[in-house]
């Protein structure tokens, strides 16, 4: 069992489900083998086969901390937020120095758009564990949504000191980046996720999607890249007030320029979707 | 050291009151610009309902409809209303009446904007499904082209 424990600290699920296979078909009521598969499933993304198996395993033992843990962020999956809560509160009153439980509540009300609330546990987890990797984490996030790309985030400080070297970590100065217009630094600390996380579908997405908005096709459509709606908003006033003042003093050049712009508009909607399709990672 | 707050281990997520990931700041932008003023607070509003703010919001949606009623009011029904109209249309000729709406539209999406920013990057950062913009952008669209039509006749009358 502690081969397995460590192999799922490892992530590796398929050397973890290898061994698992004789011990299970050996001993198949057995709680701790049960709920190491549970993990394991949860692990490899099957998540139907890990909530039947972890039901089991709390009929057994109710009070297993590890089988709640894993029930919560199941629950979380399906998003069944209601019974997360349920459980996750569960957990806190009965361990209410344990700095994970209060960081996995904040990536709960992350989920469900209570970013105060989510601050405020991030906050009450970091007194008791500073270096708490999950609170941090969530501290990060509430950062970037109090004030995208403005600030430095404390709590994005803090985990490049206390955990440099994890995914998670990776990923958020990856949004910082990306936040500030820095989109091909955020590119290259994201390609080389990729290559330590070759299967991780998010991390997939996120490169494509910083390959086209860094594409050198995409130059022209710089201002609603990086400024969004606000760009283009800004680009239809100028272009609709500019034209009616030229077309008074200048009725050619006038159309001349409203053809390059709707054909600017054109280019802004049909391109990136046709890029996008034509890209691979 | 002191243990956990009490209100922290309160649930929030009860029955009725769990917000949903509001519609997209591109659906909202172009129902905006298609669908003119009242289209524009159509999508603001249900984005309102969707987060649970709308006692925070019904303030702002009451006092720009009220904008909108005594604006085009004014706009029909007296001497600087009639110059303002005279000037635009003199400026943009038959475009002049789409143009307001969508000027006004999109300053109704970008005051939204502020409202639900901070719900907006929530949603966007947490990857959260949004409710399909198709469905609730067309009928804001129809139900603000309607709306106009019928508020400009009447305003006409």
Not at chain 1, 72 to 100: K, T
Request: glycine letters at 8%; hydrophobic letters at 45%.
């Amino acid at each position: 069992m502690q081969q397995v424990e460590a192999l799922l600290q490892r992530r590796r699920v398929d050397q973890a489900r290898a061994l698992l296979k004789p011990a299970l078909s050996e001993h198949p009521e057995h709680a701790g083998l049960l709920l190491q598969s549970a993990w394991t499933d949860y692990l490899d993304d099957r998540n139907d086969d890990a909530l039947a198996t972890v039901r089991q395993v709390l009929l057994s033992d109710p009070n297993d901390d590890s089988a709640r843990l894993l029930y919560f962020e199941l629950l979380m999956e399906r998003e069944d937020n209601v019974d997360a809560e349920r459980v996750i509160i569960e957990l806190l009153r009965e361990y209410p120095e344990h700095a994970h439980y209060y960081g996995r509540y904040a990536q709960l009300m992350l989920k469900t758009l209570n970013f105060d609330k989510s601050r405020q546990l991030s906050l009450e987890g970091l007194k008791y564990d500073p270096d708490s990797v999950e609170c941090l984490a969530a501290q990060t996030v509430c950062d970037f949504i109090e004030q995208p790309g403005k600030t430095t985030s404390q709590g994005l400080q803090q985990l490049l000191v206390h955990h440099p070297q994890s995914v998670r970590t990776l990923l958020l100065v990856v949004v910082s980046l990306e936040q500030r217009g820095q989109r091909r630094e955020a590119l290259s600390i994201a390609r080389e996720l990729l290559r330590a996380q070759p299967d991780n579908e998010g991390i997939v997405d996120i490169v494509k999607q910083l390959r086209l908005v860094t594409h050198w096709s995409m130059w022209p459509l710089w201002p609603v890249v990086r400024f969004g709606w606000t760009g283009s908003v800004a680009i239809w006033l100028i272009a609709v007030f500019g034209l009616n003042a030229l077309r008074r003093s200048d009725p050619p050049l006038a159309a001349t320029i409203g053809l390059v712009v709707f054909a600017y508009v054109v280019y802004s909607w049909v391109w990136p979707p046709i890029l996008k399709r034509l890209m691979r990672v | 050291m002191s243990g956990p707050r009490e209100d922290l281990l309160q649930p929030t997520l009860t029955g009725n009151a769990r917000a949903a990931a509001p519609y997209s700041v591109q659906t909202t932008f172009l129902t905006g610009f298609f669908g003119g003023p009242f289209g524009a607070l159509a999508i603001c509003a249900t984005n309102s309902v969707r987060l649970r703010r709308v006692s925070k919001d019904v303030a702002v949606w009451v006092v720009l409809l009220a904008a909108l009623a005594l604006g085009g009011w004014l706009l029909f029904h007296s001497t600087a209303g009639a110059d303002v109209r005279s000037w635009f249309t003199d400026q943009f000729g038959g475009r002049a009446a789409r143009l307001s709406g969508q000027v006004s539209g999109l300053a109704i999406v970008g005051i939204g904007y502020l409202l639900h920013r901070k719900e907006q990057v929530n949603a966007d950062l947490m990857g959260l499904t949004r409710p399909n913009g198709w469905i609730g952008g067309v009928v804001c669209i129809v139900f603000g082209i309607m709306l106009s039509v019928a508020y400009i006749s009447i305003l006409m009358e």
